[in-house]
């Protein structure tokens, strides 16, 4: 240990500084640590504290991890969108699914009565909810892929 900066230089290719119960290397001679530093000599280190860089490294720690929380925030409320969307198409797939059951079990009862002109309709309204489901099945895949890719962004 030794604050005869020509005494280091040349003999030296790392300075560690001791500082806030913290240790940091620095690659290089006595004078690029200095430069570093932004100060003239070694005895500055003790008379010269370093309020500012500790406000600005503060000041960065809270923009980060601040930055950092709302990224989350922002990507919690993203999921609890595509998890809501999700839901809603599969309690609408549920009960299109039981009308669906409920028409079928209607046809193949073979004491139903049913009239003629009923049954026309009755069979337009079950393909209207097959197609439905149909298209209800393609955006249940596409909000799943949609909650695959911002779950992978996060990792």
Do not use: C, M
């Not at 409920?102 to 079950?126: C, G, M, Q, V, W």
Request: cysteine-free.
């Amino acid at each position: 240990v030794s604050h005869d900066r020509d005494f280091l230089d040349g003999l030296v290719h790392k300075v560690y500084e001791f500082k806030n119960r913290k240790v940091k290397e620095y690659l290089g001679g006595i004078y690029d640590f200095l430069e570093r530093k932004k100060i003239e000599s070694l005895q500055e280190l003790d008379r010269k504290p370093d309020h500012q860089h500790a406000i600005t490294s503060s000041k960065k720690e809270e923009s980060a991890s601040k930055a950092a929380f709302l990224e989350k925030k922002e990507y919690e409320k993203e999921l609890r969108k595509i998890t809501n969307q999700i839901n809603r198409t599969e309690q609408r797939i549920e009960e299109i699914e039981k009308q669906i059951s409920s028409i079928e079990a209607r046809f193949s009862d073979p004491l139903a009565k049913i009239e003629k002109s009923d049954n026309t309709d009755l069979y337009k309204h079950y393909q209207q909810l097959r197609n439905e489901l149909e298209e209800l099945f393609v955006q249940w895949e596409k909000q799943h892929d949609e909650l695959e890719i911002v779950k992978n962004t996060r990792k």
